[in-house]
């Protein structure tokens, strides 16, 4: 069995609470979970993106906080968020270097369980702010990320929410050639990313029409229906795993578990996830107030 931990927006900052955001309060309840995460001695943990709410010196804050897990014996797989980039243009550079990335930010990895050969897991992590308003470092990008924008329509003729960005063409050939080598090397998928796509609105049974595509609201990705296109045509993934969206969600679409985990940042008293992957299963056990899954794939 392959066994590692998650945690998704814990959005820290030395904020006054906003609403159901508790930004101070998310520095306690990441340590708890760390603690807990430290304890299990499991292979990695996923951290989902929005580490911070804004500003540099939140940026730093939570930095040290990871650090600290380091130390601990914590190892950490990063993916980007959209409040990760609220700082100023000339930090943003410095963001993919303090969590052990290179620009443009999206990596792939594999994990081969000692005790099954044939449970071996390729872990493809997106950057979904790779194309936005937000994450643009020139006036020239933010004006190429509005055109973008303005390209991806909702179904009922407005634009997304400006919070969220796209994955450029490159990164679309890229995740293809990944799951590519995935399907060649026998390998199963699991695709990471801060930003959700999907989730059942029914009985929770594997209909792709029975379900919510959060990209047609507006609550994610521009483009996020050339990512599921993709995923869609491979069928070595089992599982999509995101954040975002704080009150989390599940779905199973085409075989494929949609898994959006619950943000530190405004769920009380907490929520973090240890999940284990064999040959035949994603099993999500929820802490504290994160749910739990159990998904059998075909």
């Known amino acids: 069995m392959i066994r590692f931990a998650v945690i998704a927006d814990v959005q820290y900052g030395n904020l006054d609470t906003l609403g159901e955001r508790t930004y101070r309060e998310s520095l306690p309840k990441f340590l708890a979970a760390a603690g807990e995460i430290a304890a299990e ?43 990760d980039f609220l700082v100023a243009d000339e930090k943003k550079p410095q963001l993919y270097t303090d969590f052990g990335l290179e620009k443009p ?28 308003l937000y994450a643009a470092e020139t006036p020239e990008e933010r004006k190429k990320a509005e055109e973008e924008r303005n390209r991806w329509k909702l179904p009922n003729g407005g634009l997304s929410a400006d919070w969220n960005g796209a994955v450029s063409p490159r990164q679309l050939q890229w995740l293809e050639n990944r799951l590519e080598l995935a399907t060649k090397q026998n390998e ?16 929770g049974t594997d209909s792709q029409d029975d379900g919510v595509y959060y990209f047609e609201r507006g609550w994610s990705v521009w483009n996020g229906k050339q990512i599921l296109d993709v995923v869609d045509k491979y069928p070595c993934v089992k599982g999509y795993l995101a954040g975002h969206l704080h009150e989390g969600s599940y ?20 929520c973090y996830a240890f999940v284990n992957l064999t040959s035949d299963s994603i099993i999500v056990e929820g802490r504290a107030a994160q749910a739990s899954y159990k998904f059998h794939f075909k």
């Open 41 to 83: 001695n499991v292979l990695f943990t996923l951290q989902l993106g929005d580490a911070s709410q804004s500003d540099w010196e939140n940026h730093l804050g939570i930095k040290e906080l990871f650090e600290v897990a380091e130390k601990a014996g914590i190892k950490w797989k990063h993916v980007l968020g959209n409040h």
């Open 251 to 270: 779905g199973v679409r085409k075989n494929v578990a949609h898994v959006t985990f619950k943000g530190i940042v405004q769920t009380v008293p907490n």
């Open 188 to 203: 199963k998928a699991l695709v990471c990313s801060h930003f959700p796509l999907f989730a059942n609105s029914g009985d």
């Open 105 to 132: 930010g999206y990596y792939d990895f594999v994990v081969d369980d000692p005790d099954d050969d044939s449970n071996v897991w390729r872990f493809v992590v997106l950057n979904g702010n790779e194309i936005s």
